[in-house]
């Protein structure tokens, strides 16, 4: 039987990611949707030389913009090699936990920074806006550790763009944002840069609190006057020590694996996966626009059936 | 010498085309182009729609201009943050309300983009990217390496956008450039009340030769600017427009811009 799924072309690649910090991170928060934690090498950390040729070639290819993530990329102790590389390239956001920082580290960043046309992204992920709403997530007495990291931040210049997941119904967003920006204000951030995710149902996460139903896949009759711009996959690869993946949130799954080089790495990709599902509701999940605006209309899109 | 000047992002800012037009003739300059985004933030749209199909300046459709024109039920800014979006629907509501039958249809014809050579640069006009009216090309995010691959494919020697409504120029590789003329329609977030638009001036094609130097100038517009706010106070639009035009600060639209633009501004 034919494959009910829709299949993506990469349009142009816009935006590449790097899993810099492959799956080894010094928290082990229990959303993470790749199941990131000290021990977890399943993708190890990817070293300078590893990842230059890829750099290389994203500058041939018309490669608009950089992100970095992992595992945490500031364990990673190439990464501001990495990272000023890029700067000389385009512009390049970190995705972290905020929890390694030093004034020296945010210092250096801020030169980097200062020295190049681009920006440079700081995205703090941090789960609720108090202790006792964080770190049944990320862990014990990590709420204190990641403001200090945004204090730092906010010190050298920096407004990073807070993260959270949203471990609430979608109807307190309003209330729980309310709560970041009162918290965050007690630490000098006027305005912060907030940006909601959606929960993916996969790796811890699925664990801690549900995994997809059946029924959530995308099928070629949902994408029927849908933007498929919207789908990550249509404008992004990530590389990791690997190789190039589809996507940073498919990318321990078995075959996300689409090639050594970029340039062999953009055939199209069959959306069977029930994470797309998520990506095709709330859509530019992963990139730095804010909270990621939602359509509820595209809710109702599922197949029905029961839960 | 040819010299041309190029606008976009009016806002429904008649005061300012108006301004702009007086400066541009005073400058002899007589090739003017307007890349879209006739309306939003301010009142009357119908004003600017006037102006510009009575001096019959060539206009390239901006993301607003197509949804007014087609009818939508929203402006395709492309915004993501909840707050954004609600002052961007106060805005398209009031535009699109006040926006004539007779200029929609004109606005849905407006071309995507507009094609003109100057000295010997191929010149590609339109809103937001050759190849997507709302794409945000921003001075801090768009590298190099990415223009360059807009040049090839697209044709062209100098692409000229407006969509961010925030100026910039860079030649990412020699003879190449890219161009924001900027927005006439709101001051760029520098807390000044003068707003932008661009004049570029090239050799002609036969005198051109590799001693060929484009010459981008963005030009610093004062206007009216506290008779649009005290026009805008009396047509109900909301306060938050109405300090932009004052201070020169962006009160809204904010959450789209990256780190190196959010920190120029003031909130």
């Known amino acids: 039987m034919a494959s009910d799924h829709p299949i993506l072309q990469l349009d142009h690649l816009d935006t590449l990611w790097f899993q810099i910090a492959g799956t080894l991170c010094n928290l082990r928060c229990n959303h993470c949707f790749i199941s990131c934690s000290p021990e977890n ?17 994203a500058a041939q290819l018309g490669v608009k913009e950089f992100y970095f ?12 090699k990495i990272l000023e590389a890029t700067l000389q390239v385009g512009p390049a956001t970190v995705l972290t936990n905020a929890t390694l920082f030093s004034s020296q580290l945010v210092k250096e960043l801020a030169c980097m920074r200062d020295a190049s046309i681009y920006s440079l992204e700081l995205r703090v992920s941090m ?33 990073p763009i807070i993260t959270a997941m949203r471990s609430w119904p979608i109807e307190q967003d309003e209330a729980q944002l309310a709560g970041f920006k009162t918290s965050l204000a007690e630490i000098g951030y006027r305005f912060p840069r907030i940006k909601l995710l959606p929960a993916l149902k996969i790796g811890q996460e699925a664990r801690r609190d549900h995994g997809y139903s059946e029924h959530d896949y995308i099928t070629k009759s949902m994408m029927v006057g849908y933007d498929s711009n919207q789908l990550i996959c249509s404008s992004s690869r990530i590389v990791s020590a690997r190789g190039v993946h589809v996507c940073p949130i498919l990318v321990d799954q078995p075959d996300s694996l689409l090639g050594q080089r970029l340039s062999s790495a953009k055939q199209s990709f069959e959306l069977r996966y029930q994470a797309c599902m998520t990506c095709y509701q709330y859509g530019a999940l992963c990139s730095n626009a804010s909270s990621a605006a939602v359509n509820l209309e595209r809710m109702t899109l599922s197949r029905p059936g029961p839960r | 010498m040819q010299r041309i000047a190029l606008f976009g992002g009016v806002y429904s800012n008649y005061l300012a085309l108006e301004a702009l037009l007086k400066d541009a003739r005073a400058r002899g300059l007589q090739c003017l182009y307007c890349l879209g985004d ?13 102006i510009l199909r009575e001096t ?39 535009t699109f309300r006040h926006t004539s039958s007779e200029n929609k249809n004109w606005l849905r014809k407006l071309p995507r983009e507009i094609r003109i050579q100057v000295g010997p640069y ?22 190099d390496a990415f223009l360059n691959w807009l040049f090839e494919k697209h044709d062209a020697d100098i692409i000229v956008g407006t969509h961010t409504g925030l100026h910039w120029h860079r030649e990412p590789s020699p ?20 707003v932008v638009y661009t004049i570029i001036s090239a050799d002609n094609a036969e005198n051109a030769g590799n001693a060929c130097r484009l010459k981008v100038d963005f030009i610093r517009l004062a206007y009216d600017h506290e008779r649009l706010a005290a026009e805008m106070a009396s047509e109900g639009l909301p306060e938050e427009f109405i300090e932009t035009i004052r201070t020169g600060w962006w009160t809204t639209c904010n959450e789209i811009l990256p780190a190196k633009e959010r920190a120029r501004g003031n909130y």
């Not at chain 1, 399943?42 to 750099?55: C, G, R, W, Y």
């Not at chain 2, 191929?122 to 590298?143: D, I, Y």
């Open chain 1, 41 to 57: 090498r399943a993708l190890s950390m990817m070293t300078f030389d590893q990842f230059l040729p890829h750099l290389q070639e």
């Open chain 2, 38 to 50: 006739l309306g939003a933030f301010g009142p009357w749209p119908d004003r600017v729609c006037q």
């Open chain 2, 122 to 143: 191929r010149v590609l006009l339109c809103h937001g990217s050759p190849r997507k009216m709302n794409e945000f090309l921003w001075e801090t995010t768009t590298s």
């Open chain 1, 127 to 159: 789960d609720g806006f108090s202790a006792e709403t964080n770190d049944p997530i990320r862990g014990p007495g990590t709420f204190k550790r990641i403001m200090r990291g945004i204090k730092l931040l906010l010190d050298g210049g920096f407004l």
């Open chain 2, 175 to 194: 003879g190449k450039h890219f161009i924001n003329c900027g927005a006439i329609g709101r001051p760029p977030n520098d807390g000044q009340t003068t």
């Open chain 1, 69 to 80: 993530t992992g595992g945490e990329p500031f364990a990673n102790s190439d990464l501001l």
């Open chain 2, 56 to 94: 019959e300046i060539p206009v390239v459709q901006g993301n607003y201009d197509n949804s007014v024109g087609n009818r939508l039920a929203d402006c395709q800014c492309g915004y993501t943050d909840p707050r954004d979006n609600y002052f961007a629907k106060q805005s398209y509501d009031y």
